[in-house]
């Protein structure tokens, strides 16, 4: 209706929809042309969304890599709930 965009959260969600393992640098790049200009879009806000979207399960942990000896970088997917949730919205 005024061409708003879906919440980067929901969206986040929509695109590992289909089972993929992502962390938040390949979600950035997925998520850039359509989000890239708004403030709220960053690496940082993306890793706590996906923070958050596990501590209410619909994301875990599936797989974590030490980088450069000091950053971890974590990878998820959806739970069996949050592939629920995502076949509810259609």
């Given at each position: 209706?005024f061409g708003?965009?879906?919440?980067?959260?929901?969206?986040?969600?929509?695109?590992?929809?289909?089972?993929?393992?992502?962390?938040?640098?390949?979600?950035?790049r997925c998520?850039?042309?359509?989000?890239?200009?708004?403030?709220?879009?960053?690496?940082?806000?993306?890793?706590?969304?996906?923070?958050?979207?596990?501590?209410?399960?619909?994301l875990e942990?599936?797989?974590?890599?030490?980088?450069?000896?000091?950053?971890?970088?974590?990878?998820?997917?959806?739970?069996?709930?949050?592939?629920?949730?995502?076949?509810?919205?259609?």
């Open positions: 209706m708003m965009k879906t919440p980067l959260k929901l969206m986040i969600v929509k695109v590992m929809g289909d089972g993929s393992v992502m962390d938040a640098r390949s979600l950035y998520l850039e042309p359509i989000y890239g200009t708004e403030r709220q879009f960053s690496l940082k806000r993306l890793e706590r969304h996906l923070q958050a979207l596990k501590a209410v399960g619909m942990a599936a797989g974590a890599v030490l980088e450069n000896g000091k950053d971890l970088v974590v990878s998820y997917r959806l739970t069996a709930h949050g592939l629920r949730k995502v076949a509810e919205l259609g």
